[in-house]
């Protein structure tokens, strides 16, 4: 029997946030969070080098075929030098939990403890997913590749995530499409260089380039359905050597953000078609390497109803916030929705001062650890 949850999860919490470690090298948070559950008598497995899995199986008679639902934590962190001032500040330089992840794997821990508890509650099988390296995106896909949806097959999945913008103890749930599919692109523009007096004897990447920005953004404002979003940013530009000499190359990389997967499937051939024409146009070569690294974040309206069940239950009435808009930003989460019906939830973390995720001063109110891992229970076992 835990005695005090709250200060079992508080503590752990810190102990991840003091020791941040970065995707695919969580060592440390992975060993705490598997030796925690295999205190409290949970089997775990460890898939690839720092996914933790652990598996509760309800003892309660079953009514119809079992079921296994998984709840996702991520537990990276970021390149980021924490300024928050708390005493339990980050002991890695440069390494930060600036985006909750410490939270949200803790939230999921917590669960894993209630539900063992439990049995008796529930048939089929809560199987907890400790996921690492979702910021570089690469850690969903990874934990699929290792078999984390098999053995039980996973019926439905619910995720959780700490968010600022909420207040504490408030669930925030989005209908259809909540998050962005983020893809990466690269673009080499290949002239010829020259002497900057002579531009006929060249041709000039930097102003080849110039029309290719230009032209690119027009797929948003001219090309894609004004009612359907989409991102398209050019964060890096690099080229030319000196004031008086014609760059030969220019090398561009940005992000596309997508909210629906047809308009994700169109756009490298919508931007292809724009740089290929452009190029021609001043006799230029070019480059162009067209990454997808997820997908549109789309969440069940059968799962989210059960959520915000769940979510009225444990948190109170009024508690639960349906969410209008969707977010631009990219949640690797999106990945096992697309084999598994299911639904990513925001819980509000927010304090007196609320500051981004990413952010060097991002802090979460400790009071929501014990709130979203009896929520995370509570769903499991209602999905079961
Ligand atoms: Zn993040
Ligand atoms: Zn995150």
């Given at each position: 029997?835990?005695?005090?949850?709250?200060k079992l999860l508080i503590s752990i919490r810190r102990q991840i946030h003091q020791h941040p470690e970065l995707g695919d090298n969580e060592y440390k948070t992975s060993a705490l969070i598997e030796k925690t559950l295999q205190a409290h008598g949970i089997k775990t497995s460890r898939p690839g080098k720092t996914g933790v899995i652990a598996l509760i199986e309800g003892k309660a008679k079953s009514k119809g075929p079992k079921r296994c639902v998984a709840l996702r934590g991520d537990i990276d962190a970021l390149p980021i030098t924490e300024q928050t001032g708390a005493p339990f500040s980050s002991q890695t330089k440069g390494v930060m939990h600036a985006c909750g992840h410490d939270a949200n794997c803790t939230m999921v821990l917590g669960a894993a403890l209630l539900l063992s508890e439990r049995k008796n509650n529930f048939s089929g099988t809560v199987?907890?997913?400790?996921?690492?390296?979702?910021?570089?995106?690469?850690?969903?896909?990874?934990?699929?590749?290792?078999?984390?949806?098999?053995?039980p097959a996973v019926d439905a999945i619910v995720g959780i995530h700490v968010?600022?913008?909420?207040?504490?103890?408030?669930?925030g749930l989005k209908r259809g499409a909540m998050m962005a599919a983020v893809d990466h692109f690269t673009i080499e523009i290949i002239g010829e260089g020259g002497h900057g007096a002579y531009p006929h004897l060249a041709t000039d990447a930097v102003v080849v380039a110039a029309n290719v920005i230009n032209a690119l953004q027009t797929i948003v404002s001219r090309q894609a359905d004004p009612v359907e979003p989409?991102?398209?940013?050019?964060?890096?530009?690099?080229?030319?050597?000196?004031?008086?000499?014609?760059a030969g190359k220019v090398t561009m990389v940005g992000t596309v953000r997508t909210l629906s997967e047809k308009l994700h499937r169109q756009m490298p051939a919508f931007m292809e078609r724009k740089i290929k024409n452009i190029c021609a146009a001043y006799g230029a070569k070019y480059t162009f390497k067209y990454q997808m690294l997820g997908n549109v974040l789309e969440n069940s309206d059968a799962?989210?109803?059960?959520?915000?069940?769940?979510g009225n239950e444990v948190l109170g009435a009024g508690k639960v916030t349906l969410?209008?808009?969707?977010?631009?930003?990219g949640e690797d989460f999106a990945q096992?929705?697309?084999?598994?019906?299911?639904c990513f939830l925001y819980i509000g973390a927010g304090g007196k001062k609320a500051y981004p995720w990413h952010h060097e001063k991002f802090n979460i109110d400790e009071r929501v650890l014990p709130v979203g891992a009896k929520l995370m229970a509570a769903t499991a076992e209602k999905l079961l």
């Open positions: 029997m835990i005695k005090n949850l709250s199987k907890c997913l400790f996921q690492p390296n979702e910021e570089s995106s690469g850690g969903a896909k990874g934990l699929i590749r290792q078999g984390a949806l098999a053995r968010s600022p913008w909420l207040k504490m103890g408030e669930l989409l991102v398209l940013t050019i964060g890096q530009i690099n080229g030319g050597e000196r004031y008086n000499i014609i799962v989210l109803e059960v959520c915000r069940q769940a969410l209008e808009k969707p977010s631009m930003g096992y929705l697309r084999t598994v019906p299911g």
